[in-house]
């Protein structure tokens, strides 16, 4: 899988769907296929990614790892085929089994995205590690449910994890993988509210986190408290917010995270799916976006590629 890797320099570092409704969205095949694009950091230089730089480089979040049909969410062969399409964060879910195991899964039941059935918290690793993986038509892959272990070790050198870590999962066990793993470079624990975020950042006040900002008073509340301000990614909702607000972000030195995914009926992805009007997805980052959280990878990697509106440094490609 590593045969050719594509790396470029982003800024002043080298870096190189499956929600449970879908998309239901025929997805194109890569531009190259087996050429993959990857976001490789030296060591420590998460924070100098974090930052918010004036020359900004557009990239994807890929919700639940970037499933697509024969990919089920958050599952490695997933986040691996995305990045066939540009490079980007991995959005992933963090589980524990009632052994104590932590695996990559979204729902507190295994019955939706594998070929068993049960609690996760009534489930050991061993009643888990031979089922399969389905992908969002609810199809059987070949693919199996990770452990958090495998997925911080296939994110170094490739991608940097946004970890969504699920109710009742130990966030201490969790920075201690993370540890234990050396992917301290490549992972940013997700935060829903401040008072969440002061609690992640007391246990672990190594670990970059992502707050949520979307007015005026939320960004004076995280200005005001005790987080590190050198390790933060702002997520500002799945809304459009004025322009103001996200220089405001801007110019505190941290990246805006904007979300066109979730529910079609109502989402961006699926506005822009059924208009057809991927262009769009530019208008966001022109708005203020560093990154777009989204189902629809493919349509904003192939949006975001086009050297007629951003302008990437020359990459080059590895054997």
């Keep these: 899988m590593r045969s050719k890797k594509i790396r470029g320099i982003l800024g002043l570092f080298?870096?190189?769907?499956?929600?449970?409704?879908?998309?239901?969205?025929?997805?194109?095949?890569?531009?190259?296929?087996?050429?993959?694009h990857y976001i490789e950091l030296h060591p420590g230089g998460l924070r100098s990614?974090?930052?918010?730089?004036?020359?900004?480089?557009?990239?994807?979040?890929?919700?639940?790892?970037?499933?697509?049909?024969?990919?089920?969410?958050n599952s490695l062969e997933a986040m691996q085929n995305a990045l066939?399409?540009?490079?980007?964060?991995?959005?992933?879910?963090?589980?524990q089994l009632g052994d104590g195991t932590?695996?990559?899964?979204?729902?507190?039941?295994?019955?939706?995205?594998?070929?068993?059935?049960?609690?996760?918290?009534?489930?050991?690793?061993?009643?888990v590690a031979g089922l399969y993986l389905l992908d969002e038509n609810g199809r059987k892959t070949g693919q199996k449910v990770p452990k958090l272990w495998d997925?911080?070790?296939?994110?170094?050198?490739?991608?940097?994890?946004?970890?969504?870590?699920?109710?009742?999962?130990?966030f201490r066990a969790v920075t201690k993988m993370v540890q234990d793993s050396q992917a301290q470079d490549y992972v940013i624990a997700i935060s829903y509210t401040l008072e969440q975020a002061m609690l992640f950042h007391q246990i672990a006040p190594w670990m970059p986190l992502s707050?949520?900002?979307?007015?005026?008073?939320?960004?004076?509340?995280?200005?005001?408290?005790?987080?590190?301000k050198s390790k933060l990614l702002v997520w500002t909702g799945t809304r459009l917010l004025p322009k103001q607000l996200y220089e405001a972000i801007h110019s505190k030195g941290w990246?805006?995270?904007?979300?066109?995914?979730?529910?079609?009926?109502?989402?961006?992805?699926?506005?822009?799916?059924?208009?057809?009007?991927?262009k769009k997805y530019l208008d966001i980052y022109t708005l203020g976006a560093d990154v777009i959280a989204t189902d629809r990878f493919w349509a904003v990697q192939g949006q975001?590629?086009?050297?007629?509106i951003f302008v990437f440094s020359q990459s080059k490609t590895y054997r």
């Design 14 to 36: 080298f870096f190189v769907l499956v929600a449970p409704w879908g998309l239901a969205e025929d997805v194109p095949p890569p531009p190259k296929p087996g050429v993959y």
């Design 49 to 73: 990614f974090l930052r918010w730089y004036p020359t900004r480089i557009p990239l994807v979040s890929h919700h639940r790892g970037g499933p697509a049909p024969g990919f089920a969410e």
């Design 84 to 95: 066939q399409y540009g490079p980007g964060l991995m959005e992933i879910d963090v589980a």
């Design 102 to 127: 932590l695996i990559l899964m979204h729902d507190d039941t295994i019955d939706r995205t594998t070929t068993g059935a049960g609690a996760l918290s009534g489930l050991k690793w061993e009643d």
């Design 151 to 170: 997925a911080l070790r296939w994110a170094q050198g490739r991608s940097i994890l946004t970890l969504d870590i699920k109710k009742g999962t130990d």
């Design 211 to 228: 707050v949520t900002i979307r007015n005026a008073e939320e960004l004076e509340n995280v200005l005001s408290s005790s987080l590190d």
């Design 255 to 278: 990246k805006v995270v904007v979300g066109t995914l979730g529910n079609p009926t109502y989402s961006l992805d699926g506005q822009f799916s059924r208009s057809g009007e991927d």
């Design 304 to 308: 975001i590629r086009n050297p007629n």
